[in-house]
């Protein structure tokens, strides 16, 4: 049977500080699986799915990315298989669009070359594909990121992450900056892709309804622990006390809810 895209095992993380962000997490996200991780506001979302490129280090456990131990020996090899999406887009303002979407090829090309802006051919087709696919217009390519509005950047932001084909994509809280009208888009867009594709998605959000509607599996922290593993169908009430306490949800202008 194929390893699981992404496993955590056992992790638990201490901040230097001594804040404790995790504690004994354990998760299989099988491959192909949409899977959304839930939580309250500093519950260890950020740092349970950064963990899975090494942008955090466990201080225990071990993380597994499709069957091979992420250690700083494999770290290069596995990054090229993995695509991340950013809450605030993180693209580079000044540089073109195209410029933009090219930079995930960053795990393969090497920083010189892309800071060079050395992208070969084949690249600059594959971009303008991507962006097509996302709904960007030609005429958008060689605009600058920042003139573009925040659905738009974060279009650049998906068609970026999917550059290399990657296995796994991360989007961390990807519609957090977005006009709740729009969110529902721009995850349609990351599920539609990845898809396509056969990627696996492990996406944190803050809006429960936005979660039942796109994950096929559902996840959720609460001080660092796991405190849900089930379907969006599972997550009833009794299911979303436990993950928010009595307090429950914040609301969110959408009309949804958010943590
Ligand atoms: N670099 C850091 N140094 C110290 N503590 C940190 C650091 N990064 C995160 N933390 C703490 O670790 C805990 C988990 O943070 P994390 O960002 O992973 O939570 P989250 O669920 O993603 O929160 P949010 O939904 O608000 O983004 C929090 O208490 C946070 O303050």
């Known amino acids: 049977m194929d390893a699981p895209a992404i496993s955590f095992r056992k992790i ?6 001594g804040t404790r962000a995790l504690d004994d997490v354990s998760l299989d996200v099988p491959r192909g699986q949409f899977c ?10 950020s740092t349970l799915l950064r963990m899975a490129n090494r942008l955090a280090e466990p201080t225990e456990g071990r993380v597994i990315i499709e069957g091979r131990d992420l250690t700083p020996r ?38 010189a070359r892309v800071l060079a802006g050395l992208f070969p051919d084949a690249l600059k087709t ?16 060689s605009r600058r990121a920042d003139s573009l509005s925040g659905g738009q950047q974060q279009r650049v932001g998906i068609a970026r992450a999917f550059m290399l084909d990657p ?12 006009d709740p009208r729009i969110s529902s888009d ?3 867009l990351i599920r539609d892709q990845a898809r396509v594709r056969g990627a696996t998605v492990l996406c944190s959000l803050h809006q429960i309804e936005l979660a039942r509607t796109f ?9 660092g622990r796991l405190v849900f593993d089930g379907t969006p169908a599972e997550l009833d009430r009794n299911a979303i ?3 928010y306490g009595e307090a429950g949800p914040v609301p969110i202008a959408s009309g949804g809810l958010a943590a």
């Open 186 to 188: 721009i995850l349609a």
């Open 241 to 243: 006390r436990a993950i």
């Open 36 to 45: 959304v991780l839930l939580g309250p506001s500093g519950a260890g979302k």
């Open 126 to 141: 594959k971009a303008c594909m991507l962006a097509a696919s996302v709904g960007l217009d030609p005429a958008h390519m």
């Open 12 to 17: 638990g993380k201490r901040y230097p500080d």
């Open 167 to 178: 296995a796994i994509v991360l989007a961390d809280e990807p519609v957090a900056s977005l």
């Open 215 to 223: 994950a096929d599996r559902i996840v959720a922290l609460r001080h």
């Open 74 to 111: 494999t770290m290069k090899p596995i990054r090229r298989r993995i695509g991340m999406i950013h809450q605030s887009f993180n693209l580079v303002g000044r540089l073109s669009v195209a410029a933009n979407i090219m930079t995930g090829a960053l795990p393969a090309l090497g920083p």
